[in-house]
């Protein structure tokens, strides 16, 4: 007996079979459960696998050497290193008081004992340390005595003189530590000041490192191991996609290039945090790995592509969401601050990793005798089965964190509504000219006028409870929505799949907040199923419906031209027409004249703000800091931003003129990268209007559902899915400004939306190009 089930060995039922015919049929499945069921032998598929470890080696061996090579040429150019005191460095310090602006410029104060953090010099170099100090004290008694010591070790004794500012230049030894940084301590007395009780020793105004001497600046020790962990964990996690070696290189050329380049240009801002790009490197290779282990089985000498059954992305897009907090908790461990997830999700997270790792072991156990691909088979359904588990319980706590939080979204629309009702204007003009991006009423008249019968007889709290109550059920009715479309039976592992991306941030966002975005999700998941049916007109009112509570719907009459759905156009003439009588009979035209005429010319332009993940967002953060909710004002970078952003409308408008029966799900993926646009190329949109992407992933799950899918593609979905779908801005920033890393990482929802285009694009082109294979064909 193979295993306690019905016996493997049984031969098809044959009249009568002799002793012969059963013995043979168990030999050879016995040799093919021994092969791993992939047709290779057990001999041929350790030599075949001992081939290509050996060749992966010597191309890790390469990455490292050329991720070495070109951080080094990177580094040699980064010196000096110099940091003004009191502009952007509270990642360098410690110990000092808060910045001052003074006729020296900006400064700290130290209190007597005061450190700044610098990168590791370069190997086997001394180094020139130049500190600018002055002593402003207003009634000094005698010359400040400055102690400076560096990894502990006295330096130098400088003596200070009064009201001077100047250069004190120190020569630090050769130094060949692994230490991430070199920490220069100054100390000396203190005076109590009178007015806030401070402790003041010097005012440091720059300090400066160069290395001394000739020959090569070489990085450090620590530099040159993290330099060379990228390489080799780039290269593996290429290879962990399904990349072949040459591929898997060039991935590896690249990231080492951006690498490189702001270890070149922004080196305080990069060298303190390089340990953190080999974590995230090691991130990617653990969960590439575990998805790997997981669902696919051995490798097969004849496939050139790793391929996955698509009926098994749910289950990637979940597990690389859980990924995004396991990175979340390593930053935490070292050092970060101000940020983290609620209990109930490390909870739910960490008996998620036990229960996978139970599994694995149980299958592992029961399924001993099975051949690899059924192995995989038979651990992907209760896989499936415990994330939707874990997905329910996210939704479930997420809503309750939802109901509990504050909603100043929703306290806006509210209040202009009680100033409209006590004879007032929706509008407050003065705040929408000073800083619309601000907590200001903005939206159309109609959108207001729901909130009305509210005043009249509910107050904020309850209005709230309603609101937020009504958005819950428009989620389940949009899944429900969604399943019918599709024909989908409820109690599936299909519709466990859609479960799965349920559980995303920008929903509970929405009711947190007590925005619209889950209306629009509703009214624009039924406008495509209205298209699908063919029932254009109304499609047309629900998307004319949904531009009346934001405008930024209006992008789908594009659509509509291109698919040449006349009859849409005239749903949304319709519908404009009548929602807006009924607006104007209830509201009157005069607020309708103000919203047109005095507020929609004057809530253009785009913001740094942290929670604008657009493109022009992004282009605005290279200029102001994340922390500036105000209107972005550089034409340059304005027009940039504006540029890049109407190319991605280009390609969008490129790939929705191929055709597609709207049965199929292409149409429904070029109707998603719509909604994309919507909150990609728009001047401003907060994380919340990210909503809407449901859609498009919801449509690669089912167009994929019955397919083969590139390793590689599914890894990258996946990261796209955890980058939109875990947490908000405040989930890997403490706002606070650690140089340019800060602008880059605090941006990372755009690179998720950017990937999304990506994959929609390259999958709607697939698409095509199959459809005309086969039409070719007949």
Not at 129 to 147: E, F, M, Q
Not at 740 to 766: D, N, R
């Amino acid at each position: 007996m193979i295993s306690k089930r019905k016996s493997r060995c049984q031969p098809p039922r044959q009249p009568n079979p002799g002793l012969r015919a059963i013995s043979t049929h168990c030999v050879k499945r016995w040799k093919k459960l021994q092969s791993g069921g992939d047709g290779l032998g057990v001999r041929n598929r350790v030599v075949f696998m001992r081939g290509k470890g050996s060749s992966d080696l010597l191309a890790g061996a390469v990455a490292a050497l050329v991720t070495l090579l070109l951080v080094s040429l990177a580094y040699a150019q980064a010196w000096p290193l110099i940091v003004d005191v009191g502009e952007n460095d509270h990642w360098l310090v410690a110990g000092f008081h808060d910045p001052e602006q003074g006729a020296i410029g900006s400064f700290r104060w130290t209190d007597g004992d005061s450190q700044i953090f610098l990168p590791r010099p370069t190997l086997r170099r001394s180094v020139l340390l130049t500190v600018r100090v002055i002593d402003p004290r207003a009634t000094p008694t005698a010359p400040r005595d400055v102690i400076i010591r560096t990894d502990g070790a006295v330096l130098a004794q400088i003596r200070i003189d009064h009201g001077q500012l100047r250069d004190y230049e120190l020569l630090v030894p050769v130094d060949t530590k692994l230490f991430q940084s070199i920490k220069v301590r100054l100390i000396s007395d203190v005076t109590l000041e009178h007015e806030d009780g401070r402790e003041l020793g010097v005012a440091l105004k720059r300090i400066a490192i160069m290395p001394s001497g000739d020959g090569p600046l070489l990085p450090s020790p620590w530099l040159m191991l993290h330099a060379m962990l990228f390489g080799v964990l780039s290269y593996t996690a290429g290879r962990l996609a399904g990349a072949k070696q040459a591929v898997a290189l060039l991935i590896t050329g690249g990231f080492t290039l951006l690498l490189a380049l702001l270890v070149g240009f922004k080196p305080l801002d990069t060298l303190p945090y390089i340990h953190r790009f080999t974590l995230l490197a090691l991130v990617f290779c653990f969960g590439g790995g575990i998805i790997r282990f997981l669902l696919l089985p051995a490798p097969n000498q004849q496939q050139t592509t790793v391929l996955l059954p698509g009926r098994y992305l749910p289950i990637v897009l979940a597990t690389c969401a859980w990924f995004a907090l396991l990175f979340q908790y390593i930053m935490i461990w070292d050092g970060a601050s101000g940020i983290g997830s609620p209990t109930w999700m490390r909870a739910t997270g960490l008996s998620l990793a036990v229960g996978g790792l139970g599994l694995w072991g149980w299958r592992t156990w029961q399924d001993r005798n099975l051949s690899l691909v059924e192995q995989r088979e038979q651990r992907a359904r209760p896989l499936l089965i415990m994330l939707a588990v874990a997905a329910a319980l996210q939704i479930a706590m997420s809503l309750e964190f939802a109901f509990s939080r504050q909603a100043p979204d929703f306290l806006i629309l509210y209040r202009g509504a009680r100033d409209w009702v006590a004879g007032g204007s929706f509008y407050d003009l003065e705040a929408v000219v000073t800083n619309h991006f601000g907590h200001v009423f903005k939206v159309p008249p109609f959108y207001g006028m729901f909130f009305v019968p509210l005043v009249y007889g509910v107050d904020e709290e309850r209005s709230l409870l309603l609101h937020r109550i009504m958005n819950t059920l428009l989620i389940a009715a949009t899944a429900l929505a969604w399943l019918r479309m599709w024909r989908i039976p409820l109690f599936s592992f299909t519709a466990m799949g859609l479960l799965l991306i349920l559980d995303f941030r920008p929903l509970f966002d929405t009711i947190a907040f007590g925005q619209i975005d889950i209306v629009l999700l509703f009214l624009l998941t039924l406008a495509l199923w209205a298209l699908r049916e063919e029932r254009d007109g109304l499609a047309g009112v629900l998307v004319a419906l949904g531009t009346l509570f934001k405008i930024y719907p209006v992008i789908l009459l594009a659509f509509f031209v291109l698919k040449q759905r006349w009859r849409a156009l005239i749903g949304f003439g319709l519908g404009m027409l009548i929602f807006n009588g009924i607006a104007v009979t209830l509201v009157g035209w005069e607020e309708h004249r103000i919203y047109l005429f005095e507020v929609v010319p004057k809530i253009g332009g785009t913001t740094s703000w942290v929670e604008n993940q657009t493109i022009s967002g992004f282009m605005a953060r290279l200029a102001a800091p994340p922390t500036a909710a105000s209107i972005f004002r550089d034409p340059l970078l304005q027009m940039v931003g504006t540029v890049i952003s109407g190319l991605f409308v280009l390609a969008a408008l490129a790939l929705t003129l191929r055709p597609a029966s709207s049965q199929r799900t292409r149409f429904a993926l070029q109707y998603g990268l719509f909604l994309l646009l919507m909150v990609l190329t728009v001047p401003a949109a907060w994380m919340h209007y990210q909503t809407l992407l449901l859609v498009p992933f919801a449509t690669l799950l089912l167009h994929f559902r019955e397919r083969q899918v590139p390793l590689g593609f599914a890894l990258l979905l996946g990261i796209s899915f955890a980058l939109i779908a875990f947490g908000n801005q405040w989930s890997f920033y403490d706002r606070s400004v650690s140089g340019f890393i800060s602008v880059l990482g605090v941006s990372y929802k755009l690179y998720g939306m950017l990937l999304l285009a990506g994959l929609l694009g390259f999958t709607i082109m697939e698409a095509g190009s199959r459809e005309q294979e086969i039409e070719s064909r007949k």
